[in-house]
């Protein structure tokens, strides 16, 4: 009846508004302050998951490929070896971390001072040999760190010439 006059809804009612109803309105999006960046890995429909280790978890490497391990051997080689020998033997060598803060806390080397050194350190005490990234001797690496090695190795004979003469000859130090 009013279409045909003209006339329209609104105008017929007057408590009827022009707002679409609160479902229809377009959501407003919450703003957080971070960003996430988990993202649910998609499947095309009709493959299986092949699953494998879950985003952000960490991945197993050698002692030598952790943070510790590698500055252990490339900065202080003499107490790297030590750590290795008191280690126990098995396939993957991974010392217990209150065996490398002993050693560690022995040695008088000023590297093991460093506050690099004991980030590395607490890191190893809450992981273990797990972390994102290990870090691996590339060929650029491998020039610097093995100099750097046979000088710190030739420092220490050096330093300790006259304790390592006397264990040749079968002597027991004090």
Known sequence: MWRA???SPAAAHPDVRHNPPKSMKKKQQRKNSYRCRKVPRSCPS???DLGGRPRGSLKRFPFVETRL???LRYEVPAVYDLIVRLSPPSRRQCPYPTLVEAVC???TDPALRKPKFRRYMDEYICDGVYCRRGKRLTPERARYYERLRERRLE?????HWDE????RRGFELP
């Open 5 to 7: 006059a003209g006339v």
């Open 46 to 48: 009709g493959v299986k």
């Open 69 to 71: 391990g590698f500055m």
């Open 105 to 107: 806390a022995a040695s």
């Open 155 to 159: 420092e220490y004979i050096l330093e």
């Open 164 to 167: 390592i003469e006397l264990r």
